[in-house]
Structures are given as C-alpha cells and as structure tokens.
C-alpha cells in the first residue's frame, strides 16, 4: 500500500498503542493509566517508559544522575550554550534559545551523534566478536572506514574529567558489571596504545544503556533533552548582562580578502 491508497488509509485514521487523552476523564500511556500508575513516578521514569515501555526506577535514576554530571556544563563557551547566550543577549525567548540549543546538540563531534554512534558501533561489535572475529581487526575496519570510532579521543584535551564520576555512580547504583561496559574499555585499551585515543562520556554512557538493553535509538531519545539544564543557566546569565554584550566581536579583528571596494548593500545588479 503506498501512495493515494496508503494516504486515503490513515485519512481521519491513526492507530496506535502509544496512549491518548480522554478528555475530562483520563489518560492512557502504553496501556497504563497515567493517573493511577505514575502518580509516584519522576519524570525520568516517565520518558524512559515513552521510549522503551520498560519501568525501570534504577535505571531512571541512573540517567538522571548522567545527565547532572556530564550534559548540562553551565559554561556559556560550549556551542549548544553559546546559541542560548546569544538568544538572551538578543532579547529572544527561552523556549527558542533552547530550542535552537538542542538542534545544535545535534552534532558529529559532540552531542547526540556520538551517543547514538557509540551505542550502535558497541552493538555492532558484540555481533562480529560472537560470530568469532577479533576486536583489535573490527577496530582497525571501523577506523577505515569512518576514520573515526565515536566515543573515543576529545577534541581539545584527551582526558574526559566526566568518566570517572559517572563510573562511581554506575557502581554505586549496580550498574558497572556489565558486558558493554567492559567491551568499552577493551576498546579503549586499544586505542590508546595504537592512536593515542582516549575513552570519553559517550562511550561510557552508550556502554551502559546497551547493558541496560537499550538499543542506539533508545539512548539517543533518552539524552534528547539533557542539555537544556547547561543552555538555562549561560541563557539565565546574559539576560543580566547589558543587551547585545554577549561575545562582541570588533570590525577590525576580522580580515577580509576578496573585495576591493566597497559592497553597496541593497544593490541587486
């Protein structure tokens, strides 16, 4: 079914097991009663449940506490803060300097692309090693191909402070024993000594949502919003600031080379 027939087909016509609201009466969430069964729950419990079906309180915590010790750096430098800082210091609204934050978290270098990449590169590893090759030949193919492995080597300093933080607390909450997370460090074993690259957060964090039974999607939509805490404060500090003042940068510190004379702006010939 596809084209007209398929559209004619969900015309007035959705079907899902997701939930709905029942206006003046309840609502439903993957066949839960929001009302009476989440009423004790945390927000977090509450979003792992819209992304996996899983209740799983521990795990919930475990997220939460990630995200406090390594996604919401208040630091206005930082790019999906730096975006926020300039909505405030332009007047705009925190509700667009957030959203614009979390479309840049959306990068290659950092953010969520390592995160889901990691998951996915750790998942894929485990396949190839039970079908018997080795790690050390899966690493070497990976870096030909991508010329990179995500959740290794940092683009300014090659120790991450955030590792071991979140290692004690994975421990602390029983959640270091698993297989992903030592598959990590085996990895970083060798990168280390062959490439100099170093284990970083988002290997840590996709090691553990894999041994969680997450998959790559999962745990992507899981740190979708663990940003936004780092964007409010940079956003929250320069509305105290004079407007405009966020980061000026003086005409001459730029070099320009390629125009001769003068551009007429608003000239279209």
Known sequence: ????????????NWETDMGAWFPGERVVLRGKDLFSEFGESSWMEYLLFIVT?????????LIQTIWVLSTSYPDPRLWNNRVASFAASSRSTG???????????EATIYGLKPIKGA???F?????KLQQGDFLEEIITDELVKYKSVYGYGRPMVAQDERVVPVLMLAKRLGFDKGEYLDLAF????????????KINIAAVYAALMADAGLSAIEAYYMAS???????????????D????????????????SGFTETRKWGDMK
């Open 225 to 239: 919003l663990s940003f936004t805490a780092g964007m409010l404060g940079p956003f929250v500090d320069a509305l």
């Open 1 to 12: 079914m596809k084209g007209p027939e398929l559209l004619a087909h969900y015309e007035d």
């Open 123 to 127: 998942i894929r590893v485990k396949k």
């Open 119 to 121: 998951t996915d590169f």
């Open 241 to 256: 600031k004079p407007e405009a003042a966020f980061f000026p940068l003086s005409v001459n510190r730029l070099r320009c």
């Open 53 to 61: 079906g899983k209740r799983n309180p521990e795990l919930a915590n």
């Open 186 to 197: 085996d990895v970083e074993k060798i990168l280390s000594e062959k490439h100099r690259m």
């Open 95 to 105: 509700v667009l300097a957030l959203s614009s934050g979390v479309a840049v978290s």
